[in-house]
């Protein structure tokens, strides 16, 4: 059945339950623009991510994962800056009007847009190959928000959750991976608790909203994993203009990779591999019992990996003090 443009976005952005009343949502769909109220005293917080299929995400891919991936690697941006989400807009761009997987789609973004209290409130549609441009705003009250820029010497470097997952679900799922040939799972890997698990971890990574926002304060900088702890470290450490040590063997990582991986590929995954949407922040020493507390009470795991020194770059050393070599290569598009 041919659906016109206006239809799809009733049936599917509108009725759908995606476009719900929140507060400050003055005006969503339906208008040529939404209009929203900024509370006194709250910056708005900005950010897009573009998926584009065979380049983000594989051809074919489930549309519901699909959308709740979308949403989550926005979310998880809105994390790094201590923001609490707000609303979100929609780009999409689409081959054909597929009702089943504008139907998945749709079902694939409520969960989290329910979670967060983050309604849609508008967006474009075109025809096209397949890409998924989301925008989130959020809110943070004018002193909190975190950049990458806050880091002192002396301060420790945590991560939140465990790290390696998101670049092991691309081995996991079978889809290409940056790290080359060498980086695949061992034998014993083949078990479908594992496959789930993976692809889990990459379809529905969880943007730690909740622990940056509840610890905001504590914070001296922020950034969300996604390029490899390696990359994404080194632009809180350029933008603060300080050096970085990381102590390899604190990595956290998941039963899975433990079991799935070798100890060179797992550290490969975690240092490079990217797309995992964990918290890598900075705390001062005085505040860092105060951090762990609060992150167990959220019942968030987190986990001191090294330590910001004078200088520039990022020196690695494993347990016995060992410098680590860790060729830089997290993955960039250009
Ligand atoms: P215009 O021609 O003025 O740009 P559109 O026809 O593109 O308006 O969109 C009509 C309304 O539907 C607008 O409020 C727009 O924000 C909303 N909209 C369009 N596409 C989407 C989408 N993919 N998701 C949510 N809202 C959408
Ligand atoms: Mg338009």
Redesign the pocket.
């Known amino acids: 059945m041919y659906q016109s443009?206006?239809e799809i976005?009733r049936r599917y952005?509108v009725d759908s339950g995606l476009y719900f009343t929140a507060p400050g949502i003055e005006l969503g769909?339906?208008?040529?623009a939404?209009l929203l109220h900024i509370p006194q005293g709250k910056l708005l917080a900005i950010s897009m991510d573009v998926l584009v299929e065979a380049v983000h995400f594989p051809v074919a891919a489930d549309a519901g994962l699909l959308a709740n991936r979308a949403l989550a690697v926005n979310l998880s941006d809105l994390a790094a800056m201590a923001a609490e989400p707000f609303c979100f807009?929609?780009?999409?761009v689409l081959p054909s009007n597929n009702e089943q997987w504008l139907e998945g789609f749709s079902q694939g973004l409520l969960p989290l847009a329910k979670k967060y209290n983050c309604p849609?409130v508008?967006?474009?549609?075109s025809r096209g190959p397949l890409s998924i441009c989301i925008q989130v705003q959020g809110l943070c009250d004018k002193d909190k928000a975190v950049k990458r820029s806050g880091a002192v010497v002396g301060d420790k470097i945590y991560v939140s959750g465990t790290l390696g997952d998101g670049a092991i679900a691309l081995a996991s799922l079978g889809l290409k991976s940056h790290l080359g040939v060498s980086f695949a799972m061992e034998d014993e890997s083949q078990s479908s608790s594992f496959h789930q698990y993976f692809k889990n971890a990459y379809y529905k990574p969880e943007p730690r909203i909740e622990l940056a926002t509840e610890c905001a304060t504590l914070l001296t900088s922020n950034i969300d994993i996604s390029d490899g702890l390696l990359g994404d470290l080194a632009h809180i450490i350029d933008a603060s203009d300080v050096g970085a040590q990381l102590l390899v063997h604190r990595i956290p990582y998941s039963e899975a990779a433990l079991c799935c991986m070798s100890a060179e590929n797992r550290l490969m995954a975690a240092l490079h591999g990217g797309d995992d949407y964990e918290l890598c922040c900075t705390v001062a020493p005085q505040n860092c019992e105060k951090f762990e507390k609060k992150a167990t009470q959220l019942g968030a795991r987190v986990t001191c990996i090294g330590e910001i020194v004078a200088g520039s770059g990022i020196r690695c050393l494993d347990e016995s003090g060992t410098l680590v070599n860790t060729e830089a290569g997290s993955y960039l598009h250009f």
Do not use: H, P, R
């Not at 769909?29 to 040529?32: L, T, V």
């Not at 807009?89 to 999409?92: Q, Y």
């Open positions: 443009e206006f976005i952005f769909i339906g208008d040529d939404a807009t929609l780009g999409l849609l508008g967006g474009d549609i």
